[in-house]
């Protein structure tokens, strides 16, 4: 059974950076498309970005909010996919889930505050 | 970026059968959008229900479809339960990534 652990949320001042992790078990990160999907605190899902197969070229993709400031890459001898969070804003604050579209994490949660 | 539009809320009575849609400020919702709806109960992480449009995954209900209806994606859920109570999102593909729509609360009562 496919599953997704995140990890390496936490509290980081503006400007800040933080990298999330994305572990899966079941399947192999590599042949996947993973996406990394938030959700700000009583609000609706917002799609941050997405990193294809190795298959398809293994390219990335971003949301205009988030681009330029956060990279996805991923790790084939740790099966984990990484979400690199760099210049953090206040609006960055967000319950962040990474999800292959049939799979989905809980979630790590990102607090950006001074 | 795309707009993409949903009712804010929704009721349907228990056996009932609701339509949810999901518009593209774009233009047409289209089969090359890969429409796909996500359900979101409190507390929990979203749980997707349908991909391209109208492809169901094994732990899909049979009482939710996905459709193109008018030029939007929808969902139609048929037969209500009241374990349906829940937000629902959709999907799209825009301009080399995805958005979500804003959400629908839809109350089984």
């Known amino acids: 059974e496919a599953q997704l652990v995140e990890s390496g949320g936490g509290l980081v001042k503006p400007g800040g950076s933080l990298r999330l992790s994305c572990a899966a078990s079941?399947?192999?990160?590599?042949?996947?498309?993973v996406t990394w999907v938030r959700q700000a605190p009583g609000k609706g899902l917002e799609w941050v970005g997405r990193i294809r197969p190795k298959a398809d070229g293994g390219t990335t993709d971003y949301a205009a909010p988030v681009k330029g400031r956060f990279t996805i890459s991923r790790d084939d001898s740790e099966n984990t996919v990484y979400l690199q969070m760099n210049s953090l804003k206040t609006e960055d604050t967000a319950l962040y889930y990474c999800?292959?579209?049939?799979?989905w994490g809980q979630g790590t949660l990102v607090t950006v505050s001074s | 970026q795309a707009v993409v539009t949903q009712e804010p809320s929704l009721t349907v009575s228990p056996g009932g059968t609701v339509t949810l849609t999901c518009d593209s400020s774009t233009g047409a919702v289209t089969s090359g959008h890969y429409p796909s709806w996500f359900q979101q109960k409190p507390g929990q992480a979203p749980r997707t229900l349908i991909y391209d449009t109208s492809k169901k995954y094994s732990w899909t209900p049979a009482r939710f479809s996905g459709s193109l209806l008018g030029g939007k994606a929808a969902l139609t859920l048929s037969g209500a339960q009241p374990e349906d109570e829940a937000e629902y999102y959709c999907l799209l593909s825009d301009s080399g990534g995805r958005v979500f729509g804003g959400g629908t609360k839809l109350t089984v009562l």
């Open positions: 999800t292959t579209g049939a799979s």
């Open positions: 079941g399947f192999t990160v590599s042949n996947a498309w």
